[in-house]
């Protein structure tokens, strides 16, 4: 497996690609990688001719320099991951802070229509101007034909659709579904860093989602939102940052149900000082 530190390497395997008719999948990632990123790299693989993993933890995505320092850093481990999935058909890009950024590490300012302030963009100050930089940088480098996103980070996937769509940028983006371990807790690179206790008490946030789903086909919005708080409020472990019901074309959060709308419930919830987050379809 090719792995890839200079962008003119990885700008002339795509280029050979290419030019023997071949599509490019991309699947940008900042490492630490688990089952849930092999799922989208699998996904790509079986859509695609070859496929382009980035391993980059990018700096202008943190708001929080503590976070960014010990966001776990490992690239051996991952290429042998990557390794179990193919051997010659992915291809790492795993460039230094300087390929990326040269000596500007600062994030480009963008519009993405609103949905940049909602949820995780209320808590993290500057964040999808960050992941739309590296997010653009990265498509500009590796010119892939898709690029697939997890539905974990629903936000996300729905600004990078906005972001290809205002800049033009001619890569399909694909969601795929959140991969769970078998408790049903989202796979996430945090869990790892999770204690004992946290870890075990961690599947209840994705049971309330599924207790709140049911709920929602009876009850309003406040009141779902409502119930989830008391359920918090009585765990000891699990922390509430923010629930939420949103229409996901907008993200804003739901007044009044409408038929004819599609909403997910988000949620964001601290155990101990490891943040997680999770969402999930209502309708
Ligand atoms: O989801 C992530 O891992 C990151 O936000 C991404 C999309 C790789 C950009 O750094």
Redesign the pocket.
């Known amino acids: 497996m090719e792995v890839y530190k200079q962008k003119e390497d990885v700008i002339r395997a795509v280029s050979a690609f290419k030019s023997q008719k071949k599509s490019v999948g991309m699947v ?3 490492g630490a990688l688990h089952q849930g990123h092999l799922q989208l790299v699998i996904k790509a693989l079986a859509q695609n001719d070859y496929v382009v993993v ?1 391993v ?1 933890v ?1 700096p202008t ?1 943190f708001d929080n320099q503590d976070d960014l320092k010990k966001y776990p850093r490992t690239l051996e481990a991952d290429v042998e991951l990557l390794k179990t999935v193919h051997k010659d058909a992915i291809v790492v890009y795993a460039p230094s802070v300087e390929d990326v950024y040269a000596d500007q590490v600062v994030s480009e300012r963008f519009d993405f229509e609103g949905l940049e302030f909602e949820m995780e963009g209320k808590f993290r100050e500057g964040h999808f101007d960050g ?1 739309g930089t ?2 653009k940088r990265l498509f500009e480098i590796v010119t892939p034909d898709k690029a697939y ?2 539905e974990k ?1 629903f936000q ?1 996937l729905q600004i ?1 659709k906005k972001l290809v769509e205002k800049q033009h940028i001619p890569v399909d983006v694909v969601g795929c579904e959140i991969h769970r371990e078998v408790s049903g807790l989202a796979m996430s690179s945090r869990n790892v860093r999770l204690t004992k206790a946290h870890s075990n008490e961690a599947p209840f946030i994705y049971k309330t989602l599924k207790a709140a789903k049911i709920k929602f086909g009876t009850e309003s919005a406040t009141k779902v939102t409502e119930w989830v708080a008391q359920q918090f409020k009585a765990n000891d472990l699990l922390a509430l940052e923010y629930f939420l019901i949103a229409d996901v074309s907008t993200l804003k959060p739901v007044k009044r149900k409408s038929n004819n709308k599609q909403y997910r419930a988000f949620i964001a919830v601290f155990a101990g000082d490891i943040r997680l987050i999770d969402n999930i379809a209502l309708n």
């Open positions: 940008p990632t900042m980035s980059f990018n995505q992941v590296i997010v996103f997890g980070d996300q990078v």
